[in-house]
Each structure stands twice: as C-alpha cells, then as structure tokens.
C-alpha cells in the first residue's frame, strides 16, 4: 500500500502539487485521471523517488520515502517497477535483453535462470516470437508490453504507469489494460496508473483520484464517477463526443 | 551565473561517474561496446586523415625551405616535430571531438529524450556511472589511436617526400632521428590522456543535461563540439606553458 500524506511540489515560483493526499491498496489499479498540465507526472515522479516533495510524506508499506537511507532508497527503487508514456526501451539491446535488464543489474540468478524468467514473462504479455527483435522492429503495441514484460520480470510490489495507452487504436489500448490489471491481481501489486484515457477508467479504475491544478479534486470508483456532481469532474469526463452521447441515453433511460 | 551553474553541474557530474558503481559483469560489456565504437570505430579516420596530412606538412615544409642552406634533412625533422607536438594530439583530438563526442552526445541526448536515462534511474541505477564511465575508460586507450597517427603521419611524410621528389628516403630517415628528445613524447601522451578525459566527459555532459526533443539533440551535439574544441585548445596552450617552456 502507498500512503501520500499533504505533498506539496514546486518548481521555482510554479507550485504545481498543492497538498495532496490519498492511498493507493495493495493488489488494485488506481488511476490517476486529470487535464494536461494538473500535476499528473509530477505526482507520479514523487511516487517513483524523482522528485522530492517540499513537504509531506509518502510511505511504501510503512516505510517512510524521506527517513530511508541511500541504501533502502534503492533496496525500494528494486521493487518499483515502471512502464513509461514512449516505452522507453533501450534501443541498443533486443528485446529479450530489454527484459532480463532489471534481472542482470539486481540480482545474482544464472543466464539460464534470467532467461527462463524472461522467455515467463514475455510469454505472460504474448510476446513468445519476438525475443531477438529490437525494439525500433516492434509495434507500439509490442512496445508497451515489452515494457510491462521488463516492469514486471523483477516481481515488483509497486507498479507505476505513465498514460501506457497513449498512441495505441483502441482495441490495443483494452489488451494493454487488460494485461495491467490482470498482472496487478496476479502479483498482487499497488499498481498505480496515469492516464486521460476515459476508456482506461471504465475499463480498470477500482480506485480514481482526480486532480485539478495540483490539488485532489475527486476521488472514488469506475462506478461512482459517472454519477458525481462535481462539476469538474463531469467537464472532464464528458468533454468527448461519445461520452456526451452515453451519459444522454443513460439520462433518457433513467427517465 | 549560468555558465558557472553548467561548470558547477559537470563537476558534479564528474564526481557522480564515481559513485555507486554498477555490477562489474554488466560495465565490463559496456566497455567493450564503447571501446568498438569509440576506439575502434575511429581507425579508418584517423588513419586516413594522419596519412595524408603527414604529406601535406612535408610539401608544405619542403617547399618552403628554398634556401640552399638548409640540409635535405630537416624536412623530415621538421615533419617529426610537427606531428608529435602538435598535428597528432591536438588537431586529431579536434576530429576526434566531432566524431566521437557528436556520437556521444546523440547516443545520450536521445537515450534523455526517449526516457531510457528515466528508465534507468527509477530501476534506482547510478545512469551517469553507467553511461559515462564506460566512454572515460574506453577513451583511456585513445592515446593507442595517436601513436598510430604519429607513426602515420610521419609515413605518409616519407612517402609525399619520396615521391614529390623533394629529398631522398635517407635524409627524410636522418630528419626524423635528429635531436630526438624522448620527453616531446611524454608531452604528447599527456595530453592525449587529458584530452581523452575532455572528449568523454563535455560532450556526455550534454547529451545526459539536455532537455527538449530531436532538434535539441541535434543542437546539443553542436554545442558539445563547440566546448569540447574549445577546452582542447584551452588546455593545449596551458599543457605546453606547463610542460615545455
């Protein structure tokens, strides 16, 4: 379980988390949902140790972020794992040594033991052809579950996504979801993701946090947030087209 | 103030190359990747241009001397000096900082684009210890690619002299043997050693500083020649006070 208690983040004279607090459960998916420029990857870096509030706390089961050492810093940092928006694959290797990366620098396993554990993983995200391709070779889609392949070979407690369906259609989008949140139960991990995507929070948002301008605006379930009044939150979630239309013919159907 | 906070953020840099050293059976491959890129890779150049620039000193040094009064040899001598003083450490350390350092600043600037360094810094690795202390120890073996550009250079020399016709191969030899003095040698490796130093740290410096997306890769590989050269030159003037006068 991650525990953020009041996090203020400033860059400069830019204030952008403004006191922020929430709980993110252990074996859930929680999205964190908001405009451009809200202070999503802001607060997700602080999540991942990248940026250091000025104020207030973030725990990983009980460990306080801020009194760890150097050592459990990065003790914690091998149990993170991270999908980010553009993959970020390393292009120089293939992408079966993209997955067995975390493995090589964390742990003291055999060849043939990293590479089990990565032929597992790639196997886990449908990926069991592409092992010698290089990454500039794969599709977005193949990228993104590269990416979860090599986020996940290390069994992380804690998985931290960054709008992991940006640039895909969408029925790639609900695969790359899917596999997220089938992962998440699986590993019984506090995955925590950054998205826009309101198909994303139809889809596999048990826990949404909304933010607006740094500071936590809403937060609740796929189930509740079709029915909030917070008005900035229905800006949001019905600023497209197709949602307009759904939330119409609910209305109707209510009535 | 922010050319002092830059100055400030590569020592920074520097020291952070040292600390939390990344497990040995993983350097140890980026190491022989760098080497083969940085060492390897820059062969052919280096070979091509000490060969032929070697003859364009000897022509130039030849014809020059119309005097009847100056000895056939002192082509040759005057090659010699030139090369290892001056043409092999300094001039190819420029090519050198285009060639080697715009390739370390892309291959870093887009790893800093793409998020790969992000990637690495959140899986709690030391990015700067891995992506730049392999480029400082490969660059160690550059006074390697200098002792060929020496010896190059002094032969594409002989060559240019033998046929242009301008003194014979025995006087060109005794040219080269004349009032050697073994510690212009040491000078030379000595800069070599801290001209290596220069080309893999100010261009890393910009490719790992960098913000922004292709474009500035683009310019932060211009930038990184720019200040690499210029520290070269900067450093070579201060070496020859320190180490000839």
């Not at chain 1, 000025?54 to 009194?67: A, F, N, Q, V």
């Not at chain 1, 010698?132 to 290390?154: C, L």
């Not at chain 1, 909030?228 to 497209?240: A, G, K, L, Q, R």
């Not at chain 2, 891995?130 to 073996?141: E, G, H, N, S, T």
């Amino acid at each position: 379980m991650i525990e953020v208690k009041n996090i203020h983040k400033s860059f400069g004279d830019a204030h952008i988390l403004k006191g922020i607090s929430t709980t993110f459960e252990k074996g859930k998916t929680s999205l964190v949902i908001g405009q451009s420029g809200s202070g999503k990857t802001v607060f997700l870096k602080c999540l991942l140790g990248l940026f250091e509030p000025e104020e207030g706390t973030i725990s990983y089961d009980g460990k306080i972020y801020s009194e760890l050492g150097s050592n459990e810093k990065r003790d914690l940092r091998s149990e993170m794992g991270m999908v980010f928006q553009g993959s970020a694959l390393f292009d120089s290797m293939t992408i079966l040594e993209n997955v067995m990366f975390p493995l090589r620098m964390f742990t003291k396993q055999s060849k043939s033991e990293m590479q089990d554990r990565a032929d597992f993983v790639l196997k886990r995200v449908n990926l069991e052809d592409a092992h010698n391709k290089m990454p500039s070779e794969a599709s977005g889609g193949m990228q993104k579950r590269v990416a979860i392949a090599r986020a996940i070979v290390n069994k992380p407690k804690y998985l931290f996504c960054d709008e992991p369906n940006s640039g895909l259609d969408p029925k790639t989008a609900i695969v790359i979801d899917n596999l997220i949140h089938e992962i998440t139960e699986e590993y019984n991990m506090t995955t925590i993701i950054n998205t826009h995507d309101m198909n994303s929070v139809m889809q596999i948002g048990e826990k949404i946090v909304f933010l607006k301008d740094g500071l936590k605006a809403w937060e609740g379930t796929k189930e509740t947030i079709f029915k909030t009044d917070n008005e900035v939150v229905t800006d949001f979630v019905y600023s497209s087209e197709l949602f307009k239309k759904v939330r119409q013919m609910y209305i109707e159907e209510r009535n | 103030m922010t050319y002092l906070n830059s100055i400030g953020a590569y020592f920074i840099m520097i020291k952070d190359m040292f600390r939390k050293p990344t497990k040995w059976s993983v350097m140890k491959i980026l190491i022989f990747k760098d080497i083969d890129d940085l060492i390897i890779g820059s062969l052919g150049i280096v070979a091509f241009i000490s060969f032929f620039v070697g003859g364009v000193v000897t022509i130039q040094t030849a014809l020059n001397m119309t005097s009847p009064l100056f000895p056939k040899y002192l082509v040759g001598f005057a090659t010699r000096q030139s090369i290892i003083l001056e043409f092999a450490p300094t001039f190819i350390s420029i090519i050198m900082a285009g060639k080697v350092g715009s390739f370390i600043t892309s291959s870093i600037g887009t790893m800093r684009v793409t998020e790969q360094i992000d990637a690495l810094e959140v899986m709690g690795i030391n990015a700067i210890n891995y992506l730049v202390f392999p480029k400082f120890i490969a660059l160690m073996l550059y006074p390697f690619v200098i002792s060929i550009a020496m010896f190059l250079g002094i032969i594409g020399g002989m060559v240019a002299c033998i046929y242009g016709g301008y003194s014979t191969i025995d006087d060109y030899i005794i040219g080269i043997q004349l009032d050697f003095i073994p510690f212009h040698i040491t000078y030379a490796f000595i800069k070599t050693f801290v001209f290596a130093f220069v080309i893999a740290t100010i261009p890393s410096y910009h490719g790992y500083f960098m913000q922004g997306g292709a474009l500035e890769v683009g310019k932060a590989s211009t930038t990184a020649f720019v200040w690499t050269s210029v520290a070269i030159i900067l450093l070579n003037y201060i070496l020859t006070q320190l180490l000839l006068s």
